[in-house]
């Protein structure tokens, strides 16, 4: 039985940790008043438990959860 969890980006990409990943999109961001632009790189994902969700840093929000529809492997 294979409990691994797969974490692929918009164009099916599998993902691992310290990746770096491109937004395809603009997306709010929850409780402040950023906004990510698209095309913004992100530097060294962590994945979680969940495959449609990766963990990362950006300049001004630390500790920011994205949804893997969103992103395109660098």
Known sequence: MNDEIVVKDSNGT????GDSV???KDLKVK????TLKRGTLVKN???GDDEDLIECNVDKVKGLVLRTEFLKKA
Do not use: H
């Open 22 to 24: 491109t937004l395809i």
């Open 31 to 34: 409780g402040t008043s950023v």
């Open 45 to 47: 994902i962590r994945l």
């Open 14 to 17: 599998v993902l691992s940790d």
